[in-house]
């Protein structure tokens, strides 16, 4: 069964600085999506990765896929508060092709 | 163009009352998803319609859920005799699919808050 973990959960950090949030998945996952959810708003789709050692950028955020590992890791280069938001990983359940959902990382960037 | 759209964008209502939550997805995406989202949670899956069927309801709560789709179009979530736990937001996405109706990337619209007094 697909289990979707990500940290952390909750992510205070001041602007200007570099951090990763990581996203472990239990089994075998077709792609890996990341999504971005600003408070009160619906999900806006950041990245698909689809396969291993992809990686994508937009911006100050970049994306990999470790499928070995079941390791997705979205990085933040320079944060700028604009970044603040709940950010989502969801993997892919094999048997059903079910998207399955972490419980997200809530980043809070301090000006 | 258009996005997902549902309405209503809020709702409260007294327990035991019945509730319908109305998702337009965008035209001409086939697959609709429903999802559930509770206060500082992550997203659970409720169903989704490939066309107007559900090949997946597993996610449903209980049988006071239910929904229904008419076609390629419009799809309303209906929860009956609603209790407190019920209470969340209530998000629902649209993808263009083909037989591996997940793998598509989904649109989500703004969801409906539901608060259950």
């Known amino acids: 069964e697909l289990k979707v973990e990500q940290n952390p959960l909750f992510l205070s950090m001041q602007e200007g600085k570099n951090y990763t949030i990581y996203c472990n998945y239990s089994?075998?996952?077709?792609?890996l999506y990341w999504y971005r959810q600003d408070p009160g708003k619906s999900l806006e789709s950041l990245f698909v990765l689809l396969s291993n050692g992809a990686v994508k950028q937009e911006g100050r955020l970049m994306a990999s896929l470790d499928t070995k590992a079941r390791l997705s890791t979205l990085h933040i280069t320079a944060a700028v508060h604009d970044l603040s938001a709940t950010y989502f990983c969801?993997?892919?359940?094999?048997?059903?092709?079910?998207?399955?959902f972490g419980k997200g990382t809530r980043l809070h960037i301090l000006p | 163009g258009a996005g997902v759209s549902q309405s209503p964008s809020n709702k409260v209502t007294e327990k035991g009352k019945d509730v319908e939550l109305r998702c337009d997805p965008i035209?001409?995406?086939?697959?609709l998803y429903w999802y559930r989202q509770r206060l500082g949670q992550g997203l659970e899956f409720l169903i989704y319609?490939?066309?107007?069927?559900?090949?997946?309801k597993s996610g449903l709560p209980s049988d006071r859920f239910s929904a229904e789709r008419t076609g390629e179009s419009v799809s309303t979530l209906t929860i009956q005799r609603t209790q407190q736990e019920d209470s969340a937001v209530y998000l629902c996405?649209?993808?263009?699919?083909?037989?591996?109706?997940?793998?598509?990337?989904?649109?989500f619209g703004p969801g409906t808050r539901l608060t259950v007094t």
């Open positions: 035209s001409g995406h086939t697959a």
């Open positions: 089994t075998t996952s077709d792609r």
């Open positions: 969801a993997g892919v359940r094999n048997r059903d092709d079910k998207i399955i």
């Open positions: 319609f490939q066309g107007n069927s559900a090949p997946d």
């Open positions: 996405a649209s993808s263009l699919a083909f037989w591996g109706a997940f793998l598509d990337e989904q649109y």
